[in-house]
């Protein structure tokens, strides 16, 4: 098919972060059934830490992705980092909500209300509730975050999305079904998309809505991976009330079957414990695996072999939603790859693998050998770690491990890697065998980062030469790690 | 004639080898005898003639048994024996030849002054007999004092020098019919007693013996002069012995082995690969030590042929040879000669050249027919007074009769005997 | 290989030269072993094959830094300094050299080995220059162009 997009609406906290995973994946070249991605960030708070790393992180990659080759076999490129492309609407991460009211009684309009109203309000809502300091999200009140979540249609990137959506384009929610902003934003926002003749705040009907409106959908409903710890502040986040919380809302998704094409649902029984912070700056919650498994969901999503599957439609029309929840083979607190269905492995193990051997050279091995290797000759110079998109690609590899040491410091860890290594070959776990045989000559004489160099002398004459060097760099290491790590099942 | 004289040097080598074995007994002779007629019996053996000069100035050496009857009968019994000849006759020479038989033991025992009494003859008209009587089967051995007599009254130096003009002809005229005729003149020395003729006649009375100067010549085809010499060396002429000897062969241009060897040299050269010999190049003089700035290099020469042909006195007189580069003469080169005494190579004569400029080019060391200084030495210009300067041991006028001969021989240029053909190059 | 090492002769002398040549007194031409040919040919083979070892057989990523290819270079000095020399001084020692050939001692065997040195420096900085190109890790070794 010819270039189409996917839409993800990535709901609060767990939406930045699973977006996050879902960029480390398409960093590290995961196979995507489309060329492009366009994440949108929905969030009543905009010092969210997760969010600003999220955005960070995804800048990142556009600008090492508008220097990637893209794996084209007419021209002989190989490079799968960075292959798919990700776009940002009007240059945002973030859908904000435009709202400037501070409290929530005044968001809601209390003192304009009649009186009959204003007992009305005061029935539904707490005390607290209706005090509340709303640019600090909704601490977990879904009923809360419902009534001002439906303003979103109002927004720029809104009207954006609609202008840029085309026929074939597909859209993807990601949502938690705890605290806040997640739960209660997800079926509104499913409803705000399927409305037909919707229009933006000036009256104008938003673009290509009919499209929109039929467009394949798919979203994963997150369920509790964490507890939050004992409050240190006046918060009303409350980890017991997580579960009743989820309870109200997965009762309020059955009303979403066949509105989806597919729903998937992840959750994990085994939880860490975070720090207790509401929101800002604070709410760095760490990388957890659940958010790498809800971002596979998305590439299974658009996996072309699994269309028939994931959709079943007649005439535009959703006949059944398809449901899927992830699981690994055995209950291990320590995920390796061998506990990965055969599915999982191999969609994961040969991109991160390589990826990660990617960095560590960046990390261990480059700045020293550059001087000496003939594939950096005259190349890849002190100059060069300076490009714009070279410092960016290090800052995502940084990010990169970042994200891989967090997920293993997770109560269910994930640790296919051994990170503390600075070996070449030995940084991965467990009895696969993920080195390719190399040929005997080239077993006896390098060891460890030669055999690295080795490869990346070999593959340097095979890129393409009319390629910039940032271009180029990308492919030769992708040709390299390829070379040198090929798992195959 | 390269063949005949292969086999002198052959027969030369077996003779020496013969005479240097421990293990042959006292009768060595005989077997060496059989070899050499071996060798000769391939070719029509020469007839021998003796002529002994017996004028009145003669009387002097026969008088007792003197050196030169010891010499000349030794001589004649070597020839003899050396199977070289079937016939030898002897004569008495004067004005004519006298015929005296064949035995040469009665012969010398009849040589005696008062044999020798006819009036002094003139030695060119001699010679002219002799020559007359000489051809290629018939050697001639002209046994002589050599004096020339011009007599009371007439002028000296006139005559000499027409004596020599006179013998250059006769001699051109028999190179003419036999250009491959040499002639040896030997010169020993015997105790003279009696009367001595100066050139007007005048006497001196010797009443003691006194040596003095007298000649063998020897005259025939080359190829038995050198068979002659190899079987009879200068070493074996018993009474006194050869003082002086001096060949003179037609032009043979033969071809020796020759070389440049490796040392003695001062500075260095390399060597063209392709005439490693005698071609050589980038030549730099002596760059420190006592030879500094000189430039030496060594030519190495097998002579034995010339050895026996024309004698060691002669190979190693530096005159002898003639030097050119690219066929200009050229004496840039000092030239001194030695023995080779390095076992390991067949030369048996070094010329080292020794020069402080180089010159480059083709060199050309030219062994030719070279009028000997000893003659000149020999050589009274005077004749008058046999006590001045030293007269006593000289010959009066032998130079001229030498020069004629010399003449003859070089009349169309230097009678060149071997050329040795070098290429250097800076 | 003999002008060459002719060209060298001030080190060692043209006499020893003389008796590298194959110089016979006994022929009086060349017709011994040709020592300069023979010790060249071998100087040259070991060069080659050291070069070659060092671009292609061990070709290392490890040991493509200048310092690297110095031993390597030092190693076939070494050999060819010994070769030549070796050959040169066994030859002085057992009297195989002709005696109209003067003025050889140690030194000048040493001469030769010198120039052996000067001889295998040229071939082996030159066959690095030619074949390092087609060297995977060591093409830019040691010189960076």
């Known amino acids: ?49 997760d969010l600003t790393r999220t955005k960070t992180l995804i800048e990142n990659y556009i600008a090492v992705n508008n220097i990637a080759p893209k ?74 975050g419902s009534v001002v979540l439906n303003q979103f249609d109002d927004s720029d990137i809104f009207k954006a999305f609609a202008n840029d959506f085309k026929d074939g384009d597909r859209i993807f929610i990601i949502s938690s079904i705890f605290g806040g902003t997640g739960a209660s934003g997800f079926p509104l926002l499913r409803k705000v998309l399927q409305t037909p003749n919707q229009k933006d705040a000036d009256g104008q009907p938003l673009a290509n809505w009919g499209l929109v409106n039929k467009a394949p959908i798919g979203a994963i409903s997150v369920l509790p991976y964490f507890n939050v710890g004992a409050a240190t502040d006046n918060s009303l986040v409350n980890s017991d009330t997580f579960i009743d919380k989820s309870k109200a809302a997965l009762s309020y998704y059955k009303t979403e079957d066949k509105k989806l094409d597919t729903l998937y649902y992840i959750a994990d029984t085994n939880t860490t414990t975070y720090e207790h912070h509401k929101g800002g700056d604070e709410q760095k919650n760490n990388a957890h695996f659940v958010e790498l498994a809800a971002a596979m969901s998305i590439l299974d999503f658009v996996n072309p072999q699994l269309q028939q599957k994931n959709i079943h439609r007649k005439d535009d029309k959703i006949e059944s939603t398809t449901y899927k929840e992830f699981g690994i083979s055995a209950n291990v607190s320590e995920i390796g790859f061998a506990n990965l269905e055969d599915e999982s492995q191999k969609m994961l193990i040969n991109p991160l693998s390589r990826f990660l051997l990617f960095r560590n050279y960046m990390q261990f091995v480059f700045e020293k050998e550059r001087k000496y290797q003939p594939y950096a000759h005259r190349r890849f110079n002190e100059d060069f770690r300076k490009k714009n998109s070279i410092k960016k690609l290090e800052s995502l590899q940084s990010s990169f491990f970042t994200w891989l040491r967090e997920m293993e410091n997770q109560n269910r860890r994930f640790s296919p890697f051994n990170l503390s290594t600075n070996n070449a070959f030995d940084f991965v776990k467990g009895d696969i065998s993920l080195i390719t045989k190399p040929k005997w000559s080239d077993n006896i004489r390098y060891k460890n980062w030669a055999r690295v160099d080795n490869e990346l002398n070999r593959q340097i004459s095979k890129t393409d030469k009319a390629l910039g060097n940032e271009s180029r760099f990308l492919e030769l290491f992708y040709r390299a790690t390829e070379s040198l790590i090929n798992f195959k099942s | 004639m390269r063949n005949i004289l292969i086999y002198c040097l052959a027969v030369l080598f077996l003779a020496s080898c013969g005479n240097s074995s421990t293990q042959r007994k006292g009768g060595n002779k005989p077997s060496e005898n059989s070899e050499m007629t071996a060798v000769t019996a391939s070719k029509i053996k020469p007839v021998v003639n003796v002529y002994v000069e017996n004028s009145g100035s003669m009387a002097g050496y026969v008088n007792g048994n003197t050196d030169f009857k010891k010499a000349v009968y030794n001589y004649l019994t070597d020839i003899k024996i050396s199977g070289i ?142 068979l002659l010499k190899t079987y009879i060396p200068d070493s074996k002429f018993k009474g006194g012995g050869v003082q002086h000897s001096y060949t003179l062969l037609p032009p043979l241009n033969m071809e020796i082995d020759y070389a440049i060897l490796n040392s003695p040299k001062f500075g260095s050269f390399e060597r063209d690969k392709k005439s490693t010999k005698t071609s050589i190049y980038n030549i730099k003089k002596a760059s420190n030590g006592a030879h500094k700035g000189n430039f030496m290099f060594t030519i190495g020469m097998d002579l034995s042929l010339f050895t026996v042909l024309l004698g060691d006195e002669y190979l190693t007189n530096t005159e002898s040879y003639a030097r050119l580069i690219n066929k200009q003469p050229n004496n840039d080169y000092f030239i001194e000669i030695e023995h080779n005494t390095n076992p390991n190579t067949n030369y048996t004569h070094n010329m080292k050249l020794t020069t402080d400029k180089i010159s480059v080019g083709e060199l050309e060391i030219i062994l030719r027919n070279q009028f000997p200084q000893w003659i000149y030495d020999i050589n009274d210009e005077e004749g008058l007074d046999i006590y001045k300067n030293d007269a006593i041991n000289k010959t009066f006028g032998i130079k001229y009769l030498a020069e004629g001969i010399y003449e003859a021989y070089n009349f169309s240029g230097n009678s060149i005997y071997t050329t040795m053909k070098f290429n250097l190059k800076k | ?132 190109w087609g060297s995977r890790n060591c093409k830019f070794s040691p010189f960076k162009f």
């Open chain 2, 85 to 226: 000849t079937d016939t030898l006759n002897l004569f008495y020479i004067n004005d004519k030849p006298v015929a005296k038989g064949s035995d040469v033991k009665d012969f010398i025992e009849k040589l005696n002054p008062n044999q020798c009494v006819f009036a002094t003859s003139d030695i060119s008209n001699v010679f002219d007999l002799v020559l007359k009587r000489t051809d290629n089967n018939q050697i001639s051995v002209l046994v002589t004092d050599g004096i020339f007599s011009p007599g009371k009254g007439k002028d000296a130096q006139q005559y000499l020098v027409n004596q020599q003009i006179g013998i250059k002809r006769i001699m051109k005229e028999h190179l003419d019919k036999y250009p491959n005729t040499a002639v040896i003149v030997y010169q020993l020395t015997s105790g003279f007693k009696g009367t001595y003729y100066n050139r007007e006649d005048a006497k001196t009375e010797f009443k003691e013996p006194q040596a003095r100067p007298y000649y063998i010549w020897v005259i025939g085809d080359v190829e038995d002069i050198a």
């Open chain 1, 71 to 144: 794996e084209d076999s007419q021209k002989g490129y190989k490079n799968r980092f960075f292959n798919t492309q990700i776009e940002l609407l009007n240059n945002e991460l973030c859908l904000q909500l435009k709202d400037n009211t501070q409290k929530f009684n005044e968001f809601i309009g209390k003192d304009t209300m009649s009186s009959e109203n204003k007992a009305l309000v005061d029935i539904l809502f707490s005390k607290e509730t209706l005090e509340l300091d709303m640019t600090e999200g909704f601490q977990g009140n879904p009923n809360i």
């Open chain 1, 1 to 49: 098919m010819a270039s189409n997009k996917l839409y993800i609406f990535g709901i609060g906290g767990t939406g930045s972060r699973v977006l996050k995973s879902l960029t480390m994946l398409l960093a590290s070249g995961v196979e995507c059934g489309v060329d492009t991605i366009v994440p949108i960030v929905i969030d009543r708070d905009m010092s969210n830490h």
């Open chain 3, 1 to 132: 290989m003999e002008t060459i090492y002719r060209w060298l002769s001030s080190l060692f002398g043209s006499n020893l030269a003389e008796h590298l040549s194959g110089w016979s007194e006994v022929t009086g031409d060349y017709t011994e072993a040709n020592l300069f040919f023979i010790i060249g040919m071998s100087s040259l083979i070991i060069s080659i094959a050291a070069c070659v070892t060092y671009y292609y057989i061990l070709n290392h990523p490890r040991w493509n830094r200048g310092f690297k290819w110095l031993i390597f270079l030092v190693i076939v000095l070494i050999v060819n300094f010994l070769l030549a020399f070796g050959i040169c001084y066994s030859d002085l020692l057992a009297g195989n050299i002709s005696s109209d050939i003067s003025a050889i001692s140690v030194a000048e065997c040493l001469g030769f080995g010198l120039a052996n040195i000067i001889v295998s420096i040229v071939i082996f900085v030159f066959c690095s220059l030619i074949i390092k």
